[in-house]
C-alpha cells in the first residue's frame, strides 16, 4: 500500500495550464506503471495517461499532445503536465499505483 496525495487543481480559463502533482508516501519505484485517471460529473472515470518505470508513456486520444506525464522516482513524485486545456478538459483528477491505491483527487475546471 501506498498513500497518494494529489495537488495543483484550480480554475483556468480554455487555453491555460496547470501541473498535477501526486506525491507518494512511499517509493513509487516498485510500481511499473504509474497513472492519472480522471472523472467528470456524471460520466465514467476515464484513464488520461500512463507512465512506467522506464519513462515509456501512453496517452488517451482526447489529450495527447496537450499532456505530458512524468515521474521523479527519487522524490516518488508524479507529475501531469496539462497544457491547452479545454472546457471539456474539467473533471476531478486522481493519481494511481495499480491496482487499488487511489489518491483523494483534485478538481480541474476549466471556464469557456
Known amino acids: 500500500q501506498v498513500q497518494l496525495v494529489e495537488s495543483g487543481g484550480g480554475l483556468v480559463q480554455a487555453g491555460g495550464s496547470l501541473r498535477l502533482s501526486c506525491a507518494a508516501s512511499?517509493?513509487?519505484?516498485?510500481?511499473?506503471?504509474m497513472a492519472w485517471y480522471r472523472q467528470a460529473p456524471g460520466k465514467q472515470r476515464e484513464l488520461v495517461a500512463t507512465?512506467?518505470?522506464?519513462?515509456?508513456?501512453n496517452y488517451a486520444g482526447s489529450v495527447k499532445g496537450r499532456f505530458t506525464i512524468s515521474r521523479d522516482n527519487a522524490k516518488n513524485t508524479v507529475y501531469l503536465q496539462m497544457n491547452s486545456l479545454k472546457p471539456e478538459d474539467t473533471a476531478v483528477y486522481y493519481c494511481?499505483?495499480?491496482?487499488?491505491?487511489w489518491g483523494q483527487g483534485t478538481q480541474v475546471t476549466v471556464s469557456s
Open positions: 494511481n499505483a495499480p491496482p487499488t491505491n
Open positions: 512511499g517509493s513509487i519505484f516498485r510500481f511499473y506503471l
Open positions: 507512465i512506467t518505470t522506464t519513462g515509456t508513456t
